[in-house]
Each structure stands twice: as C-alpha cells, then as structure tokens.
C-alpha cells in the first residue's frame, strides 16, 4: 500500500526558502509520475509541479523560475525559493496512476504539510 508522507512545511518570511519532502513508505515510488498541489483556503486544490520517473518536469506559471521539482528512489522534493505570501498553502504530495506529467489520476496522496510565508 502507497503510504506518502510530507515534510518541511512552516512558517517563513516573504523572500525565504523551503524544501519539501515526499517519503513513499507503502512501495516504490520510481515507476510513477509524482506531483505537488497546494490548497489555499476558499481555493481548488491546483497542481504546482510534477516529475516522470525519467526527470521530466512540469510547472505552474506562477512557480516557474522559483520552485523545484525532484525526486530520488523513494522520495520526491519541492525547493521553493523566493516565497510569496500567495504561496501560502497546505501542500500536498501525489502519486500518479500512469508515469506521465500530461494527465494526472489515482487517489494516493499525503496528508498535507502547510506552508505559510508572511512577515
């Protein structure tokens, strides 16, 4: 059983950076697209990056050139630098049924980890 565990969220001033971290502990997570998606309050949950087994990425217009996409063996990161009071979010980590970034399905998810950037 895919078992996705967030870390790394927090508070932090606007311009500040964060890494957020994405354990498989169920099975590999190698096989599979992996992504982020971020939920504010009164917002849809929204896709923020994606990667393929193989490094292909993909991201939000308002991530690019800020955040970071990753992933080793059984892990997948999020770099974000340059944090804006918008980024705030609970974040959330995904397992893709299919090892792509141009469509996205399944229901394994992490729980959450929220990151608030404020001064």
């Known amino acids: 059983q895919v078992q996705l565990v967030e870390s790394g969220g927090g508070l932090v001033q606007p311009g500040g950076s964060l890494r957020l971290s994405c354990a498989d502990s169920g099975s590999r997570v190698s096989t599979n697209a992996m992504a982020w998606y971020r939920q504010a309050p009164g917002n849809e949950r929204e896709l923020v990056a994606a990667i393929t087994s193989g490094g292909n990425t993909k991201y939000a217009n308002s991530v690019i050139g800020r955040f970071t996409i990753s992933r080793d063996s059984n892990t997948v990161y999020l770099q974000m630098n340059n944090l804006k009071p918008e980024d705030t979010a609970v974040y959330y980590c995904?397992?893709?049924?299919?090892?792509?970034?141009?469509?996205?399905?399944?229901?394994?998810w992490g729980q959450g980890t929220q990151v608030t950037v404020a001064s």
């Open positions: 995904r397992r893709n049924q299919w090892d792509t970034i141009r469509a996205f399905g399944g229901d394994d």
